[in-house]
């Protein structure tokens, strides 16, 4: 390539470090090609790994395992029902609690808040969001559950525990630990995440449109409920989804003050337990093999319902992207 | 370029020596983990052990069932388990087992104006207060044992080990043996389906459970009761006398056991019979290898056991643990030197050291 005889050697000298750096080119690309390709096999590696565990338990129990709420080790009989209605109304309780609070706060942030206070609102926010979830998880045990049991639940049982239809909902023992516990607690964790997506997908919406609402005459609450919420409405979706998905897999939390009991109470107020509360009670303390395959057969169970929530939510935050780029 | 991997060369053989002297100071340590149950008695052995001859004990009391697990997975040099493993088990993963220490498992309740040992509860009652057919304190069935206590019509609220526990296979395995409902819908276990109640990780957890919620009844180890001034129950025994826990009473239970022709100790010592027979009572079992990986850390283990059958005793009845009788730990001595073997086919510990 390099002609010694009729190129002058500074030229010589810049094809070498030229060829170099197509070689130091290369070598990055492949790298980082390599890390890439690396999630991939990860992923992949996880999916088959857990359905290879979960074979044996459901070899034994069939497709019934996710729809059966036995779970009885001395008979060797387990079925995934209890968990994954644990998890699904945990997280259902979480949402009712955590989505209206944190478009309140979306909403206080973007359009009411004096610009002053933005600031500190938003950091504290994502603050809240930083907290490891043990601590949630202690806090929820050594505080709130009490403080729940002596206060809120048994209003609950005196009021709407009464109602005809929906009383069986709250009624039985009061714990302070339980299903409706752990969604409160869930519910606090996951508010900071929707809170700072919506707020960013708020923002989006441009300034033009707002202010021709209001020029109009419109009032705050028509303006948000008729200009912004139809804007951002895929992308407020898509960050509701994304914390549904967290509350979905949320461990220790959870495992602190669900109460842990693998049956499906009709009352929220019972103990119950979710897929990674009980994965994280038994997957080091017993001896079967065929429990510990139900555990990963629950945990596949889990991969699936996190794996299509955080789907829905990437298609709607692209969505929006499409929309705010085009 | 040279620098550094001057640098990674030098990290590299500090690492190393780090990790020798890391390995060096491990080896000298005994590894064990499961039960729950006798970890007050084992964590005091071991701080009597390594007194007196340097040697620690690593325990790691994560349960039963996780005992099992871990001597399976070849993570430690014994298990410990409240639950014995049956011949074929033992055959089929080539371990020993052998009974190290027996004690007692108690119900504790929390109800307004009841003290502790005041309250009395049967086997039948306590079945149905966990199957959730007793609800309320003020219960025909339990009024009847408690002519003269004053109970209130307050939930009974049932709390349970959440982790698989050998407290639990004791407890369910008595429960079990008085309540026929109990055995066919929920059995006996290191963990089962409850039909009622909140579960709790570790004697803690169960022990947090009963003292949060007014009503609350739940079960736990003695020394745990004992050492937390729980309000812990008397029981009607087999023989209908109703007794308090103590160690007198765990050790009239302990009698009755016939180890001499329990093929691999298989003893379970729940609901004895006589006069003064604490119904939940049992060992706690330790599982080794036959043919260890690592020779020199079974014996290790081995001394430290034998060390404790000797002079572990004054120990254990400070906890109210009732040591394993001279008879039943000659056994073992002999189920050591016949089964537990070295790779040179000799057994790697003898009654001389």
């Not at chain 1, 750096?21 to 690309?29: N, V, Y």
């Amino acid at each position: 390539m390099v002609d010694a005889t009729s190129q002058s050697i500074g030229m010589r000298i810049g094809a070498r470090v030229a060829r170099r750096q197509r070689m130091a080119d290369k070598g990055f690309r492949l790298t980082t090609q390599f890390f890439a390709v690396l999630v991939l096999v990860l992923l992949g590696g996880a999916i088959v790994s857990l359905t290879v565990g979960a074979l044996p338990a459901l070899r034994a129990f069939g497709l019934g395992f996710f729809v059966d709420p036995t779970w009885q080790p001395p008979k060797e009989i387990f079925g995934g029902l209890a968990p994954i209605y644990g998890t699904l109304v945990t997280s259902v309780i979480a949402m009712i609690i955590a989505v209206p609070v944190s478009f309140g706060i979306a909403i206080f942030l973007t359009e009411l808040c004096p610009p002053m206070l933005r600031r500190p609102f938003g950091i504290a926010i994502e603050l809240l969001a930083g907290i490891p979830s043990i601590i949630y998880g202690i806090w929820g045990f050594l505080v709130l559950g009490p403080v729940l049991q002596h206060t809120i639940l048994p209003f609950l049982k005196a009021t709407l525990g009464q109602l005809p239809g929906i009383g069986f909902l709250f009624s039985g023992v009061i714990y302070g630990q339980g299903i409706f516990t752990a969604g409160v607690v869930l519910a606090i964790m996951i508010l900071p995440f929707i809170t700072a997506i919506t707020r960013d997908v708020f923002e989006t919406v441009p300034p033009l449109l707002k202010e021709s609402a209001y020029g109009l005459g419109a009032t705050t609450w028509e303006v948000l409920w008729k200009v912004v919420l139809p804007y951002s409405r895929a992308g407020v979706v898509g960050g509701v989804m994304l914390g549904l998905g967290r509350a979905l897999g949320e461990t220790m939390a959870v495992a602190f003050v669900v109460g842990s009991a693998i049956k499906i109470n009709a009352s929220l107020l019972a103990p119950g337990t979710t897929i990674s509360a009980t994965i994280a009670n038994l997957a080091n303390s017993n001896p079967s093999q065929l429990l510990n395959s139900a555990l990963l057969a629950l945990g596949l169970a889990l991969f699936v319902i996190t794996f299509i929530v955080l789907s829905l939510a990437k298609l709607q935050l692209m969505r929006l992207q499409r929309k705010a780029g085009g | 370029m040279k620098l550094f991997s001057r640098t990674i060369l030098r990290s590299a053989v500090l690492g190393a020596a780090v990790a020798l002297v890391a390995g060096a100071s491990q080896a000298a340590d005994i590894t064990g983990a499961g039960a729950t149950f006798p970890y007050p008695v084992y964590s005091k052995w071991a701080d009597s052990y390594k007194k007196e001859t340097g040697v620690g004990l690593n325990y790691q009391a994560i349960g039963s069932g996780g005992g099992i697990n871990q001597i399976k997975a070849k993570t430690v040099t014994f298990g410990a388990s409240d639950m014995p493993l049956k011949s074929e088990d033992l055959d089929a993963a080539g371990l020993v087992q052998f009974p190290m220490i027996m004690g007692g498992v108690v119900p504790v309740v929390n109800i307004p104006g009841v003290e502790p040992g005041k309250l009395v509860l049967d086997g039948d009652t306590l079945a149905e207060i966990y199957l959730g057919e007793i609800t309320k304190w003020d219960d025909a069935k339990i009024k009847k044992l408690n002519p003269d206590l004053e109970l209130p019509s307050t939930d009974i609220a049932p709390a349970y080990r959440a982790d698989g526990s050998g407290t639990t296979f004791l407890f369910t395995n008595y429960l079990s043996s008085v309540n026929a409902k109990f055995k066919d819908s929920i059995g006996a276990s290191t963990s089962v389906q409850w039909p009622t109640g909140i579960g709790g990780k570790g004697n803690a957890g169960v022990a947090g459970a009963v003292q949060q919620t007014e009503g609350g009844i739940g079960y736990v180890e003695y020394a745990y009761v004992k050492q937390n001034k729980l309000t812990y129950t008397r029981m009607v025994n087999k023989d209908g006398k109703t007794l308090e826990p103590t160690i007198k009473t765990f050790q009239a239970a302990a009698a009755n056991a016939d180890w001499a022709n329990a093929k691999n100790y298989y003893v379970i010592l729940t609901n004895q019979p006589g006069a003064d027979s604490w119904p939940i009572t049992g060992a706690s079992f330790i599982l080794m290898y036959k043919q260890p990986q690592d020779a020199a850390a079974s014996a290790t283990a081995l001394q430290f056991f034998a060390w404790a059958y000797a002079k572990g005793a004054a120990d254990a009845e400070s906890l109210d643990y009732v040591p394993m009788p001279k008879a039943v730990v000659d056994m073992v001595h002999k189920t050591w030197t016949d089964n537990i073997k070295g790779a040179d086919g000799k057994p790697i510990w003898t009654a001389s050291k």
